[in-house]
């Protein structure tokens, strides 16, 4: 048998995912934040690509109108009335020019790339945020009393108080190296003597300036333990007396609830101690952390839904969290020409216009998947919206991406880091997404955070003699039609960090003064 080489033609298929996809991709489980700083960076890069600063627009950002009643969610409103049976956002043919001489100045198709600014394009530019006004500070008129300053350090707030109390330079030499090794906080992360090692210093000194440096503000600063951060805090308070100061030695009494043995130990009655222990739970067990650290960023929801008037819900886009970005081809067409004869520069240009062209149609895309996902959520989770946590019903990412005609990774994505504004609150969208619990009497299955719900409100409802124990939980729930075992049962209650029947019953009796 003879080796020859021959040609073979052969024909298959196979999925390429091209860079624009990949990033396309990206772009959809992106949350508004990090969509926003990727928009801002593609600005700088990209000469073509610029914010859309208009203010006035004729169209609405596209929204849904959602009914329970309905097969599934439909896109009602879309600028200039297209509904999810149009064309497909990708296939639209943008021209988003932009003139020099002024932000709204809309010019008609030119030669070459690009065609016409239709209401499609126009309905992108309506769902961005950001301001508009000049490009300099001509009309920046805000006085010095409007601008943000630098929030003060627990460094700088320790140190200020550390140069009028220290005057000695030793005592200042410790107490900055002290200060030095604070955890974020406010605890000592040393010894005494492994301070008094390193600098050379006596014992006693180093403890006398800790002593100082304990008296600091905040209250609590500079402890080694937590029994220590709290003695300091209510020394502070006039309150460290001997029987606070045995609760503070039966820490351990207290985390176990054993409030029996925590009223023996302080020789205080059933009143004396609920009091103690509401002062000890006033306290703050890291008194640095209101120094240090960055400012917590409060949620701005991705999508916003309100009852309709004439019966189910309006979902849409929440118009600023998406940015808003323009291509500039009259720009294009002044640079074009005076670089034709350079390869390089025209290269570039190609590549710059393909890459604003694709942005703009990538967050058109982005946007219009989002209000699919988000209003067919709001159609199937309309009982809960309607009348509470009991009534939700459990939801799998299958469920949402079978009606809409989507993969369910499409789904996961979208759910990712997006949230929705509704009248029962802000919610991320993956919340909705619960599994579920079998019902005992054979019907609709129950949403396992609806039973979470409902065992707490059980909890919170028991009285001091009657607690209910995880079997009793299991019973009445059975009883509801709730098909479900001991065990998720104590699952459920110690993830919400509900302490065990015995346990509830000490603490309710001991603080209803029934000994």
């Keep these: 048998m003879g080796l020859s080489p021959r040609l073979d033609l052969r024909q298959s298929q196979s999925l390429v995912m091209t860079p624009q996809l990949q990033q ?16 801002e960076q593609e600005l700088e890069r990209n000469p073509l690509l610029e914010r859309d600063e208009r203010a006035d627009f004729d169209s609405l950002p596209e929204r849904q109108e959602v ?57 992108v530019g309506a769902w961005g945020g950001g301001g508009g006004g000049s490009s300099d500070f001509s009309d920046d008129m805000r006085g010095l009393e409007e601008t943000l300053s630098r929030p003060v350090s627990l460094r700088d707030h320790l140190s200020g108080q550390m140069a009028v109390d220290l005057t000695d330079p030793a005592e200042l030499l410790i107490g900055g190296h002290l200060l030095g090794l604070l955890d974020p906080c406010g605890y000592l992360t040393a010894t005494v ?20 440096l304990q008296r600091f503000d905040p209250p609590g600063v500079f402890a080694r333990t937590l029994k220590e951060c709290l003695a300091l805090q209510l020394a502070d308070l006039n309150r460290l007396d001997p029987a606070m100061q045995a609760l503070l030695d039966n820490l351990d009494l207290l985390a176990r609830r054993d409030i029996a043995a925590l009223q023996k130990a302080c020789e205080v009655d059933a009143e ?39 019966g189910g819900w309006v979902v849409e886009l929440n118009a600023d969290t998406l940015p808003r970005v323009l291509v500039n081809r009259r720009y294009l067409a002044r640079v074009r020409p005076a670089a034709k004869g350079d390869k390089a ?3 570039f240009l190609g590549e710059s216009l393909q890459t604003a062209n694709w942005l703009v149609k990538a967050l058109d895309q982005r946007a219009t998947t989002i209000l699919k996902v988000a209003g067919e959520i709001v159609r199937q989770q309309d009982a809960f919206l309607e009348h509470g946590i009991q009534h939700l019903r459990p939801l799998i990412l299958r469920d949402v991406a079978g009606v809409i005609g989507m993969h369910e990774s499409t789904v996961s994505r979208v759910t990712s880091n997006k949230y929705i504004s509704t009248p029962r609150g802000l919610f991320e969208l993956k919340y909705f997404f619960t599994q ?36 009793r939980i299991v019973t009445i729930l059975r009883e509801e039609g709730v098909d479900i075992a001991r065990r998720t049962v104590a699952k459920y209650r110690e993830g919400m960090r509900i302490p065990s029947s015995v346990q509830r019953r000490r603490e309710k009796m001991a603080l209803a003064g029934e000994g």
């Design 193 to 212: 003597e492994d301070v008094a090692t390193t600098l050379g210093a006596p014992e006693p000194q180093v403890e006398a300036v800790l002593a100082r």
């Design 345 to 347: 520069v025209q290269a």
């Design 24 to 39: 396309a991709i990206k772009l959809l489980q992106m949350s508004n934040l990090d969509l926003t700083t990727y928009v």
């Design 67 to 123: 009914r329970a009643d309905a097969e599934s969610s439909v896109i009602i409103d879309r600028g200039a009335g297209e509904g999810t049976d149009g064309p497909s956002p990708l296939d639209q043919d943008y021209n988003t020019d932009r003139d020099e001489s002024g932000a709204g100045d809309m010019v008609g198709p030119t030669s070459g790339d690009g065609g016409g600014f239709d209401e499609l394009g126009l309905a």
């Design 436 to 471: 579920a619990i079998n019902s005992s009497a054979g019907g609709e299955a129950h949403s396992a955070e609806a039973v979470r719900a409902r065992i707490k409100a059980l909890i919170d409802a028991e009285p001091p003699r009657k607690v209910l124990s995880d079997d």
């Design 272 to 310: 004396d101690l609920r009091e103690m222990i509401a002062e000890v739970r006033a306290l703050d067990p890291k008194p640095a952390l209101r120094f240090e650290g960055e400012p917590i960023q409060s949620v701005v929801p991705d999508v916003v839904m309100r009852p309709n008037p004439e």
